[in-house]
């Protein structure tokens, strides 16, 4: 079956850290950008972070700059999202998106405009995770 399946997440105090894996199934993330989006109750989808298939660099949104980190291991066909001191306000479903094109060298704004149905070739079934105070 091909897929994205994203694990990891989870329930965590305030301060404390989680690492998710976004795993590609089916086919190989070699020449795909990936990134992950988050969606809280009530809120619009943001997106959060990605990463580039031709060199490794990453961008991240400002709400996760400094706490975040994103890497890639082609190897294992995963990516993964290393979040440190977390917040209460980054409770939310995690998920991972995967696309040829070069969407993360956009703008950031237009970054949050994109959409798992009309845009990326990929999208997982995402992960919760929740930051109690």
């Known amino acids: 079956q091909v897929q994205l399946v994203e694990s990891g997440g989870g329930l965590v105090q305030t301060g404390g850290s989680l690492r998710l894996s976004c795993a590609a199934s089916?086919?190989?993330?070699?020449?795909?950008?990936i990134g992950w989006f988050r969606q809280a109750p009530g809120k619009e989808r943001e997106w959060v972070s990605c990463i580039s298939s031709s060199d490794g660099s990453t961008d991240y949104a400002d709400s996760v700059k400094g706490r975040f980190t994103m890497s890639r291991d082609n190897a294992r066909n995963t990516v993964y999202l290393q979040m440190n001191s977390l917040k209460p306000e980054d409770t939310a479903i995690y998920y991972c998106a995967a696309d040829t094109r070069d969407w993360c060298s956009m703008n950031p704004l237009f970054k949050d405009r994109l959409s798992p149905g009309g845009f990326f070739g990929f999208w997982g079934q995402g992960t919760q995770v929740t930051v109690s105070s």
């Open positions: 089916g086919f190989t993330l070699d020449y795909y950008y």
